[in-house]
């Protein structure tokens, strides 16, 4: 199976700060990776797909990049309630597999 | 809005059975791929199984496999998961979740509340 390993586990920033995430996959997956945010004892949500592709409704304050094994997700400006734990999941080779989460907390 | 609503979850003894349900509502459920994924403290976010629209192609885990059945009723819009011979390991909460599209791609924009499985003596 592909391995995803995002980086770093926890991030503390304030609000209105700029916040980078990145997730790197064990092989090269084009652009064939999605983004979710998870509030604590909600689902996952999608946020981003195909690597940059914003999902509709989400703000445009979140963007994706990236493609082959290395991938970034940026919050231009952190809002109150951006603080959650964020996935990165690869869809190119079966069977599909997540990151283990970067959490953004409240500095 | 969409909504999946999933249901069935509980205490199980080791090696009993299950069957999840999530009902869809406010789409078409036949157009779209339904995935299930499980998240536990330890493992975080799992993919088990997912489900094209139609019904006829369904893909696993090579954990699940051969235990667990994915299968949908799309005249009621429904998807199951029938989980037998449960092991400890598969104790989770577990989500049912839309795809993208038909033909699963695995980027799932619409999930259930979640359903907890304990699989416990």
């Known amino acids: 199976d592909i391995q995803m390993t995002q980086s770093p586990s926890s991030v503390s920033a304030y609000v209105r700060d700029r916040v980078t995430i990145t997730c790197r996959a064990s092989?090269?997956?084009?652009?064939?990776l999605a983004w979710y945010q998870q509030k604590p004892g909600k689902a996952p949500k999608l946020l981003i797909y195909?690597?940059?592709s914003l999902q509709s409704g989400v703000p445009s304050r979140f963007s994706g990049s990236g493609s082959g094994t290395d991938f970034t997700l940026t919050i231009s400006s952190l809002q109150p309630e951006d603080f959650a734990i964020y996935y990165c999941q690869q869809t190119h080779t079966f069977p599909p597999t997540f990151g283990a989460g970067t959490k953004v907390e409240i500095k | 809005e969409e909504q999946l609503l999933e249901s069935g979850g509980g205490l199980v003894q080791p090696g009993g059975s299950l069957r999840l349900s999530c009902a869809a509502s406010?789409?078409?459920?036949?157009?779209?791929?339904m995935t299930w994924v499980r998240q536990t403290p330890g493992k975080g976010l799992e993919w088990v199984s997912s489900?094209?629209?139609?019904?006829?192609?369904?893909y696993y885990a090579d954990s699940v496999k051969g235990r667990f059945t994915i299968s949908r009723d799309n005249f009621n819009n429904i998807l199951h998961l029938q989980m037998n011979s449960l092991k400890a390991e598969d104790t989770a909460v577990y989500y049912c979740a839309k795809d993208r599209e038909a033909q699963p791609s695995y980027h799932m924009d619409v999930w259930g509340q979640g359903t907890t499985v304990t699989v416990s003596s």
């Open positions: 406010e789409f078409i459920f036949s157009f779209y791929g």
């Open positions: 489900i094209s629209g139609s019904g006829v192609s369904t």
């Open positions: 195909f690597a940059s």
């Open positions: 092989q090269g997956i084009r652009n064939y």
